[in-house]
């Protein structure tokens, strides 16, 4: 199980665009499908969109749709998460982790395995 490091949140007004990143340290990012996941407390997470080793997409979410896009470098062991066209309600802590294969199925790793997640917050 990999421990990826999620960064690239922040204050955004709607409309605006960010790009997070998922990055690992070790080696095997590149072995696996990753998922995207948010939360805010109280709330449970929901998984936004994943990439598969092959680098195909698989939306979690309509509300994201034509908006969010997902993309992987494997030389630099990361995912990239670009959000275009933010929404208010796409405010969350978004994490991200790595399934358990090179598929999209949505696993959700266990506590002790997620990062920190990255800030995103869409105001005026």
């Known amino acids: 199980q990999l421990r990826p490091v999620e960064s690239g949140g922040g204050l955004v007004q709607p409309g605006g665009s960010l790009r997070l990143s998922c990055a690992s340290s070790?080696?095997?990012?590149?072995?696996?499908?990753i998922n995207w996941f948010r939360q805010v407390p109280g709330k449970e997470r929901e998984g936004v969109l994943c990439?598969?080793?092959?680098?195909?997409?698989?939306y979690y979410s309509d509300s994201v749709k034509g908006r969010f896009t997902i993309s992987r470098d494997s030389a630099k062991n990361t995912v990239y998460l670009q959000m275009n066209n933010l929404k208010p309600e796409d405010t969350d802590v978004y994490y991200c982790?790595?399934?358990?294969?090179?598929?999209?199925?949505?696993?959700?790793?266990?506590?002790?395995?997620w990062g920190q997640g990255t800030r995103v917050t869409v105001s005026s």
């Open positions: 982790a790595d399934d358990i294969g090179e598929d999209c199925t949505g696993y959700i790793p266990p506590v002790g395995f």
């Open positions: 070790g080696f095997g990012m590149e072995l696996y499908a």
């Open positions: 990439i598969s080793t092959g680098s195909d997409t698989t």
